[in-house]
């Protein structure tokens, strides 16, 4: 068994029909269903839960498809204990529906049976170019696709999917599901233009001149950033963002192992504790780390990961430092990291580490921005929009959303902001039709 089908499978494993069903059971309809009102994008939850429930699958995916162009990610991967099933009228019981669980069967469902997918308009509409093809790119592209605009997604990258396919691990987030879903924004008609990185290969000012009626940036976050510290530098301190491309790279036979920057046996460190760190962490230990400690500087209860995440982290092996602020990174004479020096609740401490992986954020690249003229971004290099028409920059035509625009935050929430601005992307194109003809 190679080593990514051993430690990598998908931990959560999906419902069988029966169970999908009897779990559809549970809905009691609620006449103001909460959880709906605990979903970023408004899911028809109890719309869905309700066909599956008689199932009728086509049904429950044709709900689904009016507000998500991603539900087997979104099952996946949403915080649905902070979101919808955490607004469940049963979630105080400990007995709240399963709606992630749900939402991903009905969509594997879906793809699996090769259901017929619904009639799409032509796609006289307009021409629309999305950069970017992580969670915001492929859900401006979904909802202005199946609105009849002919939708172009430019990725630098050999795959699309973004962030999805190369920042989740495999065991949250299978990459057969993200290609599944990406062959389904395919089978929508959108074009994919991968391997071209915009600022280089082709501008924003190019893209005009091809007679695109509007671009949209959904770029995300690309810079993680660096800690501030004596020692920074050292060989050893790397981005966990890196460390998981690596991995994801590593786990589809691209690169050797070697290529991988942690080691077996290694002591590793995470610094930060949000969503991203989790997944360092529970990598790390996959990959044969001997120890792995995620090293933050405030409380279990100031943490920004969903605590399901982080339970899993623990179970895994993981452990934590509390109130732990790292004040300097140690090397040898060859310049390799081989302790941090800390404050500690116990005071100041040299901790011996072998890698240390930074989670501290991320901020968006400016080289879309430098290459063009009239995008004006704010003192921290994030994306100025209007709200008339939503989601436009300072320049007319070109759009931004999701993390280029906010500070990073989960799929469904890009989700939420790309949905918006595709209603503005198609308010614009109609408005510069009419003055067009």
């Known amino acids: 068994m190679t080593e990514k089908n051993n430690t990598f499978k998908e931990i959560n494993e999906s419902f069988t029909t029966k169970e999908a069903i009897e779990e559809a059971k549970r809905c009691l309809n609620c006449k103001n269903p909460s959880c709906r009102k605990g979903c970023p994008i408004e899911n028809d939850i109890p719309g869905f839960i309700h066909q599956l429930s008689m199932g009728n699958m086509g049904d429950a995916m044709h709900i689904i498809n009016e507000k998500s162009n991603l539900p087997a990610i979104c099952g996946r991967v949403c915080p649905h204990e902070k979101q919808c099933q955490g607004h469940c009228i049963l979630y105080p019981k400990g007995k709240e529906i399963q709606i992630g669980k749900l939402e991903r069967f009905i969509a594997d469902f879906d793809t699996q049976m090769s259901l017929i997918r619904e009639r799409l308009p032509q796609k006289t509409r307009g021409k629309v170019a999305v950069i970017g093809s992580g969670p915001a790119g492929l859900t401006v592209a979904g909802d202005l696709a199946r609105q009849g605009f002919n939708v172009t997604i430019f990725d630098s990258q050999e795959e699309a999917g973004g962030v ?28 994919f233009t991968l391997n071209c990185v915009v600022g280089k290969d082709i501008t924003i000012d190019q893209m005009f001149e091809q ?227």
């Not at 691990?169 to 879903?181: A, D």
């Not at 605590?307 to 300097?328: C, D, I, L």
């Not at 990174?329 to 100041?348: H, Q, S, Y």
């Not at 890009?414 to 209603?423: D, G, N, P, S, W």
Request: with cysteine; charged share 20%; glycine share 10%.
């Open 164 to 191: 999805l396919m190369y920042g989740i691990p495999e065991y949250r987030l299978p990459k057969v599901v993200v290609r599944k879903e990406i062959a389904k924004m395919e089978a929508l008609g959108i074009t």
């Open 211 to 437: 007679d695109f009626d509007a671009i949209f940036i959904g770029t995300g976050t690309a810079l993680p950033k660096a800690l501030n510290a004596p020692g920074a530098q050292l060989r050893g301190i790397i981005q966990s963002s890196y460390l998981l491309q690596m991995v994801s790279i590593f786990n589809e036979g691209a690169v050797n192992r070697d290529a991988v920057p942690v080691k077996q046996g290694e002591k590793v460190g995470i610094i930060g504790c949000g969503n991203v760190a989790m997944d360092a962490a529970r990598t790390a230990i996959r990959m044969g780390a001997s120890s792995v400690h995620v090293i933050y500087h405030r409380t279990e209860a100031d943490m920004p990961a969903i605590q399901s995440e982080y339970q899993e982290a623990v179970k895994e092996g993981v452990q934590f430092m509390w109130q732990t602020s790292t004040e300097e990174f140690i090397g040898n004479e060859d310049g390799a990291l081989v302790a941090i020096r800390a404050t500690t609740p116990e005071g100041k401490q040299e901790i011996p580490f072998d890698r240390i992986c930074l989670a501290i954020g991320s901020r968006p690249a400016n080289r879309i921005v430098s290459t063009t003229t009239g995008i004006d971004v704010d003192d921290t290099g994030y994306v100025i929009v209007k709200d008339r028409p939503y989601g436009m920059t300072t320049r007319r035509g070109v759009f931004a959303g999701g993390d280029v625009v906010h500070h990073p935050q989960t799929v469904v929430m890009a989700m939420k902001a790309a949905k918006q601005v595709a209603t503005g992307i198609a308010q614009y194109v109609d408005a510069i039709k009419l003055l067009e003809a």
